[in-house]
């Protein structure tokens, strides 16, 4: 597609059910990143793909965060158990490998949990 | 590990005018990548800048220019003719030569009057 594309657009969730966010990154992007952006807060890595490997899950806050990639294309973040800390927006960005720092980011998801 | 400080939470200014938003940094690392990015109100994260820690001309994209001062570790954005579509939030990152995760600031609000 010609940009990142993020799905849904916003989430209201209950506390304790689990929610899946999808990315569709650009096109031939073999990169692929899942940041979190709280109320009033920087971005915060969650996890990197390159293909379909997870190289570095290091930012994932617990592990009731977990995330796929298939065919090198789209990803899901799934939260399970959904805390009222887990509200924020998330943010995906893909990028072509041999220019890592060229990010695209996508409009991201808000996640708000009640 | 980076660490990226933005120590201005609000920044206004008036249609046509100048403004400068700031940022320090603290990395170890001898190569790096340093960023501005726009985030208007659709979330999306605009890269505005980019800045390669090893030239020492600072980058310009036409009314956007950074003041970079490496041994300051100091990373500033100049806004010339501001315009009312520059109202956004804006975000300082840094990514080493090495590694993929961008550190972000936790950003700067601007407003422009007009």
């Known amino acids: 597609g010609a940009g990142v594309s993020q799905s849904p657009s916003n989430k209201v969730t209950e506390k304790g059910k689990d929610v899946e966010l999808r990315c569709d990154p650009i096109?031939?992007?073999?990169?692929l990143y899942w940041y979190r952006q709280s109320l009033g807060q920087g971005l915060e890595f969650l996890i990197y793909f390159q293909g379909n490997s997870a190289p570095d899950k290091s930012g994932l806050p617990s592990d009731r965060f977990s995330a796929e990639r298939t065919g090198g294309s789209v990803s899901t973040l799934t939260i399970q158990r959904t805390q009222q800390e887990d509200s924020a927006v998330y943010l995906c960005?893909?990028?072509?490998?041999?220019?890592?720092?060229?990010?695209?980011f996508g409009s991201g998801t808000r996640l708000t949990v009640v | 590990a980076q660490t990226v400080t933005q120590s201005q939470p609000e920044m206004s200014v008036q249609e046509a005018e100048t403004v400068t938003l700031s940022c320090t940094y603290d990395?170890?690392?001898?190569?790096?990548?340093l960023f501005w990015y726009k985030q208007p109100p659709s979330r999306q994260m605009i890269l505005v800048i980019r800045q390669e820690a090893y030239k020492q001309q600072n980058a310009t994209e036409n009314r956007f220019s950074v003041n970079f001062q490496k041994a300051a570790k100091s990373f500033s954005l100049k806004i010339s003719d501001s315009q009312l579509g520059d109202a956004a939030m804006y975000f300082c990152?840094?990514?080493?030569?090495?590694?993929?995760?961008?550190?972000f600031g936790k950003g700067t609000s601007l407003l422009v009057t007009p």
């Open positions: 960005a893909s990028s072509l490998v041999e220019d890592s720092y060229g990010y695209t």
């Open positions: 990152a840094c990514v080493s030569n090495s590694g993929y995760a961008l550190n």
């Open positions: 096109s031939g992007h073999t990169a």
């Open positions: 990395t170890s690392e001898s190569d790096y990548y």
